[in-house]
């Protein structure tokens, strides 16, 4: 079984700041992941993905997210948040390693940027 | 990035009657469209998996009878959840990958049902 954990409920950040949101996940085979942005009342936006390849992964709006094998983790990071940022994120994993191909969610984080 | 509406953005029923949900892709070709449900402050429960031209699949402890699903073509999924009743109000997302673009499942905006 695939499953994803997001530790926090909540990330609160200053403007101008560098964030993290958390992410780990677990699978049989090989993961990949994905983090998503939902704004209130909207569905998910893609921000990022790792496939393969460099474990450094840029995406949108300044977003980007490191691969990390060994401690099985996925977090998002931003050098400099901006207000417009606070949102809801989810991590999400597919494991290609067995078969199995839907996406598994994180409960999601809710980031709080303040001005 | 690849482009997935969703008609209507909200809908209000009375107990007892049918809504339809249409997902479409606008830009790409979907073989496969999935459909979730989120409740609120919730993340994204996976309901079914559509695949065009044959049956959904369907997560276990979801209804297939109560939540229809059609995927009659490369660009349109339908959900349709008969004989709606106040429990079935949520917020109904699809998402779609398509031919070639398996890695990457896009979302529509979703539509938030309420059922009185």
């Known amino acids: 079984a695939q499953s994803v954990a997001q530790p926090e409920d909540q990330v609160n950040v200053a403007e101008g700041n560098p964030l993290t949101v958390k992410c780990t996940y677990s699978?049989?085979?090989?993961?990949?992941l994905f983090w998503y942005v939902q704004y209130p009342n909207r569905g998910l936006q893609f921000l990022l993905k790792?496939?393969?390849?460099?474990?450094l992964v840029k995406g949108s709006y300044g977003f980007e997210a490191e691969f990390n094998k060994s401690q099985t983790s996925f977090h998002l990071k931003k050098p400099s948040a901006l207000v417009s940022d606070s949102a809801l994120y989810f991590c999400?994993?597919?494991?290609?390693?067995?078969?199995?191909?839907?996406?598994?969610f994180g409960k999601g984080t809710m980031l709080l940027v303040s001005p | 990035g690849a482009v997935v509406s969703q008609h209507p953005s909200r809908v209000i029923c009375k107990s007892g009657t049918s809504v339809k949900i249409e997902c479409r892709s606008l830009?790409?070709?979907?073989?496969?469209m999935f459909w979730y449900r989120q409740f609120p402050k919730q993340s994204l429960m996976l309901m079914a998996t559509?695949?065009?031209?044959?049956?959904?699949?369907?997560e276990q402890g979801v209804e297939k009878d109560k939540f229809l699903i059609n995927h009659a073509s490369l660009t349109l999924s339908t959900l349709t959840v008969t004989s709606a009743h106040p429990e079935d109000s949520s917020f109904y997302i699809c998402?779609?990958?398509?031919?070639?673009?398996?890695?990457?499942?896009?979302f529509g905006p979703g539509t938030r049902l309420l059922v009185l």
């Open positions: 998402s779609a990958h398509g031919v070639g673009v398996v890695e990457t499942q896009y």
């Open positions: 699978v049989s085979g090989n993961p990949y």
């Open positions: 790792y496939i393969t390849g460099d474990n």
């Open positions: 999400a994993v597919r494991d290609y390693g067995s078969g199995y191909s839907t996406l598994t």
């Open positions: 830009d790409f070709q979907a073989t496969t």
């Open positions: 559509s695949n065009e031209g044959s049956k959904a699949t369907y």
